[in-house]
């Protein structure tokens, strides 16, 4: 892999403050055969200011459209990229140093690499080196591993016309789709760079804590992984996992709602028909799905997550390792 050309796509809006640094640790990499594409999504805090002062370089593309999202500013920068792979960023994170020398020192032929953030590292290096692409498939569809297209890397080849062509009403989850429709592309073992390689930066203007996720929109976002995963998976893995899915979907949407919930809602009642056709009792999971106060729901979430940690108890561990990084974030 080393020598061949990474196009680094970063997809901007708003981000005046935190783009010209996200910007510098690219360009401060020290594997230098990249093409660094800025797509500006039609921003109005003089981002695009922060952007032009890098357009004259050989490296750097700018691109300036319309606000249409996120999904159509990385669909822009994809057909403006002449790598050989593509790599994601977003405007307010930053890469680590020197990450990409390591990234491309692999000796792999897989098409895609997947990596880890300052928050999910020790999970990361749990998995093991290469995850084959069917296993890889299934657990993007239930979030066993991380949606984000950030700190991760694909070829090129992967991207068709449905990749990111997904309604510009899906603004957030868009990247769960969207690794769906590669790992479905792709036809190798993927490839796990246990190493930290990306920051996360908890911005409160992002679009996680302007656009909370709801049952509504979840109910909608798990249909979407529904229909693009259905046929690439065998009939029983399929079930079990989409329990695992609508779980994890119902828990952001719990967590970003505080604690609110309606037990009689569709996707509520959905999920436990899930549980059945799986052949699964999962007596506490139903029990979380069967309250609607937020101090009922909040109880047994509690109740849940002590129960996870008593079966594993590493989570512990990350759970003290994510308040370490919460305290140095503040």
Known sequence: MNGQLVSIIVPIYNTAEYVEECIQSILSQSYKNIELILVNDGSTDGSDT???????????????????GVTAARRRGVEAATGEWIMFVDSDDRMADSCLSGIMSINAS???????NQRNEDSVRRLPDAISKQHYLEMQYARELSASPCAKMFRRSLFDDKTLSFPQQINRGEDYLMNL???????TDVCVYKHQVYYVRENPCSTRHTSPFTLNYMAELSK??????????????????????????????????????????????????????????????????????????????N??????????PSMIVQDLKRLGVFLRER
């Open 181 to 187: 429709m590669l790992a479905i592309n792709n036809q």
């Open 50 to 68: 922060v952007c032009k002062k890098y357009e004259h370089l050989p490296n750097v593309c700018y691109i300036e459209q319309e606000n249409c």
């Open 110 to 116: 897989a098409d895609i690499i997947i990596a880890a």
């Open 303 to 312: 109740m849940r997550k002590m129960a996870m940690r008593l079966q594993h």
């Open 224 to 301: 979407m992984g529904d229909d693009i995963v259905m046929e690439h998976i065998p009939t029983g893995v399929f079930l079990r996992q989409r329990v695992k899915q609508r779980l994890f979907f119902f828990c952001e949407a719990i967590g970003e709602t505080g604690c609110v919930s309606d037990s009689h809602h569709p996707f509520v009642l959905e999920a436990k028909h899930c549980m059945d056709e799986a052949n699964e009792w999962r007596p506490l999971d139903r029990l979380f799905l069967s309250v609607s106060s937020p101090w009922a729901v909040k109880t047994v979430w």
